[in-house]
């Protein structure tokens, strides 16, 4: 005998339990399985009221998988596409800038790890910093090296 098809709600949790998720991206796993009289937007509705479903949660997560690779303007783009907009957006913007410049340097010694002695090695680590999502200013900074390199 087969076994019955899981509810909406049994399907959201199983999400859930295995990471955070934006509340436009659950929403669009949920609604391919969703039958005729299943209420998607009540169910997250459901979910969020009981504090399963957060966008803070979602997002700290987000920033947290993608900081060590990613600039800025790559993750807050990522934010955008997942639905997170308005006031928590440009909080969350502004402490990614705090600390790019750390960031850039640290993808940057992992990849190259040596200050480029021509143009066209520099050019292509600026390249891949900017490509990365990293402001101008910090990869300017990343290419100059840091303290330890000179030693």
Not at 105 to 113: L, P, S, T, Y
Not at 117 to 139: N, P, T, Y
Request: charge should be positive; glycine fraction near 6%; hydrophobic fraction near 35%.
């Amino acid at each position: 005998m087969p076994m019955p098809k899981p509810s909406l709600k049994a399907r959201a949790l199983r999400l859930l339990s295995t990471r955070e998720h934006s509340r436009l991206e659950l929403g669009r796993k949920l609604a391919r399985h969703a039958e005729e009289g299943d209420d998607v937007e009540a169910l997250l509705d459901f979910l969020e009221k009981n504090n399963w479903l957060s966008q803070e949660r979602f997002s700290e997560s987000l920033i947290h998988r993608r900081s060590a690779r990613y600039g800025a303007s790559r993750i807050v783009a990522e934010l955008q596409s997942h639905g997170i907009h308005g006031e928590a957006l440009q909080e969350l913007k502004a402490g990614l800038a705090e600390d790019e410049t750390a960031r850039c340097i640290d993808v940057w010694r992992r990849k190259f790890g040596v200050v480029a002695e021509d143009a066209q090695q520099k050019a292509k680590q600026m390249r891949f910093l900017i490509q990365r999502g990293f402001s101008q200013k910090a990869v300017r900074e990343a290419l100059k090296g840091s303290p330890d390199d000179d030693e």
